[in-house]
């Protein structure tokens, strides 16, 4: 169970530093158009080219829903910090509501990043480096919440 919840840390603290990562590369780009990324390799294989693009901001759908100006319409990086800030709040065994919440959340966060997958395949035509990391450990995370809270939810079963 430690080794379950240290390493859910683990992933929550790597997604919180690649979300910062995506962030400042969508700023420099904002800022300088020449400005190339670290994840940056060709035509084809550019996060700085997806965060630029108009998914790169609310998802490409917040636009529509909220309008182009509206707060909530942000980078889909700063998302992925509060996404994985929250989640690293991790699992408590005296708090099953919560447990089921961060459940819920990366099972969101799973349908957003098959969403988003298929945005980079067939629209873009482009391979995110970051992107496919984030969606990895969002799959992950969302293995762990679903251990961590069936193993929760067995030893209640059991004290009672």
């Known amino acids: 169970m430690n080794k379950l919840l240290a390493f859910r ?3 929550c603290v ?4 690649l979300s910062i990562y995506a962030y400042y590369v969508e700023v420099a780009k904002t800022n300088d158009l020449s400005y190339e990324a670290l994840c940056d390799f060709n035509d084809v294989v550019s996060c700085s080219a997806v965060f630029s693009s108009r998914y790169g901001k609310g998802f490409g759908l917040l636009e529509y829903l909220v ?4 707060f909530l319409n942000q980078p889909n990086s700063l998302f ?3 996404f994985f800030s929250i989640q690293t709040l991790g699992i408590s065994p005296m708090n099953k509501t919560f447990n089921y919440f961060l459940y819920i959340l990366t099972g969101g966060g799973v349908v957003t990043s098959i969403y988003l997958a298929c945005i980079l395949i067939f629209v873009l035509k482009d391979f995110c480096v970051l992107c496919v ?3 990895v ?3 992950i995370l969302h293995y762990l919440n679903y251990k961590l809270l069936h193993h929760n939810v067995n030893s209640h ?3 009672n």
Do not use: C, Q, R
Request: glycine share 18%.
């Open 67 to 70: 309008g182009e100006n509206h």
């Open 137 to 139: 450990l969002t799959i």
């Open 9 to 11: 840390i683990l992933v």
């Open 80 to 82: 992925g910090i509060g």
């Open 157 to 159: 079963k059991k004290i």
């Open 14 to 17: 790597i997604g919180i530093i």
């Open 133 to 135: 990391s984030t969606y």
